[in-house]
């Protein structure tokens, strides 16, 4: 990780459970942001941890996404152009659309309309988490 490597799976997701572990009983449930981000660590996670009970979506344009990364690069020290944006945009469908697909059919897949303000966005995801408790 210092050399700027990937954390093998493995690694991840024991860190994932002890931190579970741990709150376990301080806690209603877990957010988990990014991941799984390949279906087989989806898979896994569902053998050793157990199938969550919801998944969100952020589902946007990639138009509002290209948008929203090149304005955050103004403000950052990493500048990203759009090519840049575009690559990475394209790993992204090719790594989460196989993911969404496999938890469509898993569990309880809810997506966002991610294209609204900050504040509507976080409403409707508030909206999605309440579904659950």
Do not use: W
Request: hydrophobic share 35%.
């Amino acid at each position: 990780m210092e050399r700027g490597d990937l954390v093998p799976s493995g690694i991840i997701l024991e860190l994932l459970k002890e931190a579970m572990l741990a709150s376990l009983s301080d806690t209603k449930g877990f957010l988990i942001d990014s991941y799984p981000q390949e279906v087989k660590q989806g898979e896994e996670f569902g053998r050793r941890i157990g199938d969550p009970h919801l998944v969100i979506c952020m589902d946007c344009s990639a138009d509002t996404m290209t948008n929203r990364l090149l304005q955050r690069s103004q403000s950052s020290p990493c500048a990203e152009d759009t090519s840049t944006i575009a690559k990475r945009l394209e790993a992204y469908y090719r790594a989460s659309i196989p993911v969404i697909t496999y938890y469509e059919t898993k569990t309880q897949l809810h997506k966002v309309n991610a294209e609204g303000t900050p504040e509507e966005v976080f409403l409707q995801l508030c909206t999605a988490i309440d579904s659950i408790f």
